[in-house]
């Protein structure tokens, strides 16, 4: 009797193991959300966010309790995309309120690039380079004329 408790249970425990399959998403890309760069020389990290824009854009962004950085690109997979006009913008603010706000303008070597993409769990990141002038308010003693963000980098999920 002994043996055929033992022979079911070795059996039931070979038959149970097998059925289940190993889901190893092995990427060799890690998600973990985030977005940080350097502003003016000190490291700056904001909340991490993604947004579709019209038929063929992204928005990715990063928001802070005092400033939000946004950039729209037609993302077509790995490349750099150079950024001009408005496609990028960064606002200060105070509360929910635009006490700042700053474009990119004319072509001035602000880039974004995504580096890396999980195609099975839509996940991109990336590096950027920013370069602002400041367009609100037009003359200020207090917010400076010029902002730039170097070696910045995101990790994001692609809007669905």
Known sequence: MKKITFTILALATVLF????????????FYYDPYFVAERNGLAV??????AKVGADSIQVS???NDAAVR???KYTGKGTYAL?????KYYQLVGND????YNIGVANGSAVEVTAIDSINKVIGGKFTLKF?????ATSSTYPDSVKFLKGQFVIALPR
């Open 98 to 101: 635009t006490v700042s706000r």
């Open 71 to 73: 950039m729209n690109f």
């Open 17 to 28: 193991s097998s059925c289940f399959k190993d889901n190893n998403n092995n990427t060799g």
């Open 133 to 137: 002038k400041r367009t609100f308010p």
């Open 84 to 88: 001009v006009g408005n496609q990028a």
């Open 45 to 50: 990290y904001a909340y991490p966010g993604s």
């Open 62 to 64: 990063g928001r802070g």
